[in-house]
C-alpha cells in the first residue's frame, strides 16, 4: 500500500506539505475578505458559520461563500471565479441550473409548489424514468437517502428476511442500517464516528468487503438476507472498481438465496446514460438514484421491477391501514417533479453523455500522465464521468484498503492549492467531475494546475 514514513507521505515530505499548507491558507485568508466577514455574520445564528456542518469539510480556514454558480463556473462574494470538477459533490453533475431545468422550475414556481397530488408532469416524467432506466415502477423521494430507506423497508417487508448486506466503506447517505462497518469474527459494528447512534446494527446489518465473493456467498447463505443494498463501484471512499465477474456473482448469489438486489446509482449515474446497470447489465430488482437526477433540485427515485411490483401490491393487501412507514409530505411535488422531467429528457441525453464521457477520459489520461512524470506512487481511477486521483501506487480492491487511505495533509493541500487558482475539487475526497458545461480549456487548466501543484510538492 502508500509508503507512509514519519517525514514522507505518498512520496511527498511531510514538511513540504505542511509549508505548501500554510502557504495556502494564507493566500486564501487574504483574498477572501467578504467570505470571511460572512462566515462571522451567519456564525451569529447558523451553528458553525454554516447551515449544514458538511460545508466545512473543506478544509478552508473558513468557509467559501458562494454569489452564483451557472455551468461549471462558480463565483464567491469576492468575486472570484472558479471552473468546478466538484459539482456540488454530483448534485450538480450536469452543470449548475442547466438551462432546461432552471426554465422548468421558472415556469412551475408560479404555478404551484406542493400540493400532495400528481402534478401534470408527473406522466411523462415517470414515462422518461422508465426509458432511461429500464425499470418499469417507479416512486420518488425527496432524497436519495431516503429512496434508500424506502427500499430496505420495501425488501424487508416482501421477502420477511430482517437484513440488509452492503459493502464494507459503503455510503448510501443517513441511512442507520447502511452506516455500518466490519467487526471482527463476521460481526457488524457501527461507524465510530456515528452521533447517537442506538440501532442493533447486528440485528439489520450484514458487511462484507467488495469484490469478495466467498464472503458474500456465506453471508446470503444463511439466507436472512432482503437486500443486498451496493453501488456498482464503491465511490464514497477512494473509488473502487468491481472486479471482471463480480456483478454477474452477485447477480447469480443473490436470485440463488433469495435475496434482493438494489442498484444504488446515486453516483455512478455518471457512467453512461441509464447509469452502470444498464451499461453493464446489472438487472437490479430495485434501483436508486438521487442528488443529480432532477439537475440538483431536492430529488430521489426508486425504481423496481414489475415483479417486485406485484410483491409490494400483494404486501399492501395484507397489511392494515395506517402509516406504511416511508414517504415525507413534500416528495413528489409539482416543482420537483418539473425539474425531474426536464433534466431526464434534455439535460440526461445521449449528447451530453457522449460529451462527458471523452472528456472525463482525455481529463483520467492526463491526470494519470502527470503523475508518472512526476515519478508519485499515485494512481487514477475513472469511471465515466468521474475520475479521482489515488495516493495509492495501484487500484484498490476493497473499501478497507480504501478505507485505510489517509484525508489529512496532502488532500488538503492539493486542494487548496487549486482552489486558490480558480479550480474546484470535490472535499471528501479527490473527485473530479465533467459536466454537460465543461469545456476542454476547463479540463486543460486543470490539468495545468495539478501539474504546478505535483511541482510545488517536488522537493
Ligand atoms: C451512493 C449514495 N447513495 C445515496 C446518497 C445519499 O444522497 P443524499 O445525501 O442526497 O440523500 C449518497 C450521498 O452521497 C451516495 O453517495
Known amino acids: 500500500m502508500t509508503v507512509q514514513t514519519a517525514s514522507r507521505f505518498a512520496g511527498i515530505a511531510t514538511a513540504r506539505v505542511e ?36 460545508m466545512l469539510d473543506w ?25 468546478d470538477f466538484c459539482l456540488g459533490d454530483t448534485g450538480a453533475m450536469f452543470g449548475h441550473s442547466p438551462p432546461a431545468v432552471a426554465e422548468a422550475i421558472r415556469r412551475q414556481a408560479g404555478e404551484g409548489l406542493t400540493a400532495m397530488l400528481p402534478s401534470d408532469d408527473a406522466a411523462e416524467a415517470g414515462r422518461l424514468l422508465a426509458e432511461i432506466f429500464a425499470l418499469p415502477f417507479w416512486q420518488m423521494t425527496a432524497t436519495a437517502s431516503d429512496a434508500n430507506r424506502s427500499v430496505l423497508r420495501w425488501a424487508r417487508g416482501i421477502t420477511g428476511r430482517p437484513k440488509v448486506l452492503v459493502f464494507q466503506g459503503c455510503y448510501h447517505g443517513q441511512v442507520d442500517e447502511t452506516s455500518a462497518d466490519m467487526g471482527g469474527n463476521g460481526q457488524t459494528v457501527p461507524r465510530p ?32 438476507v432482503a437486500v443486498v443494498l451496493a453501488e456498482p463501484a464503491l465511490t464514497n471512499c477512494s473509488m473502487v472498481l468491481p472486479a471482471p465477474g463480480f456483478h454477474t456473482a452477485l447477480r447469480d448469489l443473490t436470485r440463488r438465496h433469495g435475496t434482493l438486489l438494489a442498484i444504488d446509482e446515486t453516483h455512478s449515474v455518471s457512467t453512461a ?29 426508486y425504481g423496481f421491477t414489475a415483479e417486485v411490483a406485484e410483491r409490494m401490491a400483494a404486501l399492501n393487501r395484507r ?104 479550480l474546484l475539487v470535490t472535499p471528501f475526497h479527490n473527485m473530479l467531475l465533467v459536466s454537460p458545461a465543461t469545456t476542454a480549456a476547463d479540463v486543460a487548466r486543470l490539468v495545468e494546475g495539478f501539474e504546478a501543484c505535483l511541482a510545488a510538492l517536488a522537493d
Open 193 to 224: 464516528s456515528l452521533v447517537g447512534q442506538i440501532l442493533d446494527l447486528e440485528s439489520s446489518t450484514v458487511v462484507v468487503e467488495f469484490n469478495d465473493l466467498p464472503a458474500l456467498e456465506s453471508a446470503l447463505a444463511k439466507q436472512d
Open 59 to 83: 478544509g478552508t480556514p473558513f468557509p467559501l461563500f458562494v454569489a452564483r454558480a451557472e455551468g461549471v463556473t462558480l463565483t464567491d462574494v469576492d468575486g472570484h471565479r472558479y471552473t
Open 319 to 422: 397489511r392494515p391501514p395506517g402509516h406504511s412507514g416511508m414517504g415525507t409530505t413534500l416528495s413528489g411535488n409539482p416543482l420537483a417533479l418539473s425539474a425531474l422531467r426536464a433534466n431526464l429528457s434534455q439535460v440526461m441525453t445521449h449528447a451530453n453523455y457522449q460529451h462527458m464521457l471523452g472528456l472525463a477520459e482525455h481529463l483520467a489520461a492526463q491526470l494519470a500522465f502527470a503523475i508518472q512524470r512526476h515519478g508519485l506512487p499515485w494512481h487514477v481511477v475513472h469511471l465515466g464521468a468521474r475520475a479521482e486521483f489515488v495516493f495509492a501506487p495501484k487500484p484498490l480492491s476493497n473499501g478497507s484498503e480504501a478505507m485505510a487511505l489517509p484525508h489529512g495533509a496532502l488532500e488538503q493541500a492539493v486542494h487548496l492549492f487549486l482552489l486558490n487558482r480558480g
Open 19 to 54: 509549508s505548501l499548507l500554510r502557504q495556502e491558507r494564507a493566500a486564501y485568508e487574504a483574498a477572501r475578505p467578504k467570505s470571511r466577514a460572512m462566515a462571522g455574520e451567519s456564525g451569529r445564528h447558523w451553528w458553525n458559520g454554516v447551515p449544514l456542518h458538511w
Open 273 to 301: 446514460l441509464g447509469g452502470y446497470s444498464r451499461a453493464h447489465g446489472l438487472e437490479p430488482d430495485f434501483f436508486v438514484v438521487g442528488k443529480a437526477v432532477a439537475g440538483g433540485l431536492p430529488c430521489g427515485v
